[in-house]
């Protein structure tokens, strides 16, 4: 069975500038979580998505979006690029809403840099 | 949430035996425990999960006490390609995941 994939692998972006994510879940998977990972605050999450419904918001500001759709599939928004969103961002899938019993899977990330 | 603490580096030999001890003193009930292995640059691979006592699968074993405030992550007869940080995860939801800083694991020839 294939992993969670992440389009694209690595991106460079300019400040102000807008960017968006992809993430394909494992097939089957219906919960997409997002997660930033950077070398000094670590892993934070960002939010969760099920059923296309996002359910669970992590303490980013209203720049960070996100949307997931029929088919599982989620992708991620960061408008108005800033320096400190060069980052290593996470894709997480998992059957159900990462909860008591469920594993989340991660997939390779996508590597942003902010120039 | 439950915050957690592990070692921010570990230094072993290959052959031996590895073992990483995480605090979670807040750990709820509905808790589970979950380790995951992260190399450079790519995503965090699960490793094991457990709620209590002894857990083991294939590449390693948990260990938590009957308090639950800390958990053991071993691996048994590291070898070069295991150096990489690992991560103890507490908590259920996503939301509510608290991530550890990592240990570090180096595996030396």
């Known amino acids: 069975k294939a992993g969670v994939t992440q389009t694209p692998r690595y991106l460079i972006k300019t400040r102000g500038q807008q960017v968006t994510l992809s993430c394909s879940p494992i097939?089957?998977?219906?919960?997409v979580s997002w997660y930033q990972q950077t070398p000094g605050q670590g892993l934070q999450f960002l939010f969760e998505?099920?059923?296309?419904?996002?359910?669970n918001k992590g303490n980013f500001p209203g720049r960070f979006s996100g949307r997931q759709f029929s088919n599982s599939r989620s992708e991620m928004n960061v408008s108005t690029l800033e320096l400190g969103d060069s980052a290593l961002y996470l894709c997480?899938?998992?059957?159900?809403?990462?909860?008591?019993?469920?594993?989340?899977?991660f997939g390779p990330g996508t590597r942003l840099t902010v120039l | 949430l439950a915050k957690t603490t592990q070692p921010i580096s570990m230094d072993s030999y290959e052959g031996q035996e590895v073992n990483i001890t995480c605090s979670h003193n807040?750990?709820?009930?509905?808790?589970?425990i979950t380790w995951y292995q992260q190399f450079p640059s790519q995503g965090p691979r699960f490793i094991i999960q457990?709620?209590?006592t002894k857990v083991t699968n294939e590449v390693a074993s948990l260990f938590i006490p009957a308090d639950r405030k800390s958990s053991t992550l071993s691996l048994p007869r590291v070898s070069l390609s295991d150096t990489a940080v690992y991560y103890c995860?507490?908590?259920?939801?996503?939301?509510?995941?608290?991530f550890g800083a990592g240990t570090t694991v180096t595996v030396r020839a």
């Open positions: 997480a899938s998992s059957l159900v809403p990462a909860g008591v019993t469920d594993t989340q899977y």
């Open positions: 097939s089957g998977h219906r919960s």
């Open positions: 998505y099920f059923s296309e419904t996002q359910r």
């Open positions: 807040n750990i709820a009930t509905n808790d589970y």
């Open positions: 457990g709620y209590k």
């Open positions: 995860l507490v908590g259920a939801q996503a939301d509510k995941l608290s």
